[in-house]
């Protein structure tokens, strides 16, 4: 479906061509093997895996509950997270994840999912949501935060997916693309403001053209 006039463009499109390179990588396992984030690897030159490790998965279980996660992200929250925006996270999280494994993990060896980057996604979406709608996107801050602070906790199993993805959740994965979704966040809505005020200052309003006094 074509995008309105005046309209951001939507993830959607994005979105299912991330949901095809999932379900395609997980029936490859040689792809697996040679994207994933594996420390020692990387530490001999493989920096693709930086990037590359959030896009493979652990079986394809794994990769279905993240395909289910990226779709409906991107068809409910597509007002609150234009494509442009959708992509900034989708292509910077990887790297701020991976470093932050690298320096606060430095015994895991190996790591792969989307599931960091989804968390970043949402984040973003949020907290462009709050000046339209601060008590919904309030709520939902408050307890996505509410959460990230749980997972940080020994009250938080992240063995509890085992039985279907064949390894533990990792909260800190979910942590760092938690900060860079709601960075961005920040910075979307501080661009939007900007771009607002000089349409506003070039005497044109969004979709009408000049206004009357133009």
């Not at 939507?10 to 997980?26: E, K």
């Not at 040679?34 to 930086?50: S, T």
């Not at 910077?92 to 792969?112: C, D, N, R």
Request: aromatic letters at 12%; a neutral charge; charged letters at 10%.
């Amino acid at each position: 479906m074509l995008n309105k006039p005046g309209l951001p463009a939507s993830p959607v499109p994005g979105a299912v061509g991330l949901v095809a390179l999932f379900l395609i990588l997980a029936c490859i396992p040689a792809a697996t093997e040679l994207l994933r984030y594996q420390r020692e690897a990387i530490a001999h030159g493989e920096l693709w895996r930086l990037f590359t490790a959030h896009f493979v998965h652990l079986n394809f279980s794994h990769a279905l509950i993240n395909s289910i996660g990226t779709f409906m992200l991107a068809l409910v929250l597509t007002r609150e997270l234009p494509a442009r925006d959708w992509w900034m996270v989708t292509l910077t999280a990887p790297f701020v994840i991976s470093a932050g494994l690298w320096f606060k993990q430095p015994e895991m060896l190996a790591y792969v999912g989307f599931s960091g980057v989804l968390h970043g996604l949402l984040y973003c979406a949020v907290i462009r949501l709050l000046p339209q709608a601060p008590v919904l996107a309030g709520v939902v801050l408050l307890a996505l935060v509410g959460r990230q602070v749980w997972e940080q906790t020994g009250y938080y199993d992240p063995e509890y997916l085992r039985g279907l993805i064949h390894g533990r959740v990792m909260p800190d994965a979910h942590l760092f693309g938690a900060i860079t979704g709601a960075l961005w966040g920040l910075w979307s809505l501080w661009r939007d403001r900007q771009n607002l005020a000089k349409a506003g200052a070039s005497g044109y309003s969004a979709g009408t053209g000049p206004t009357p006094d133009a």
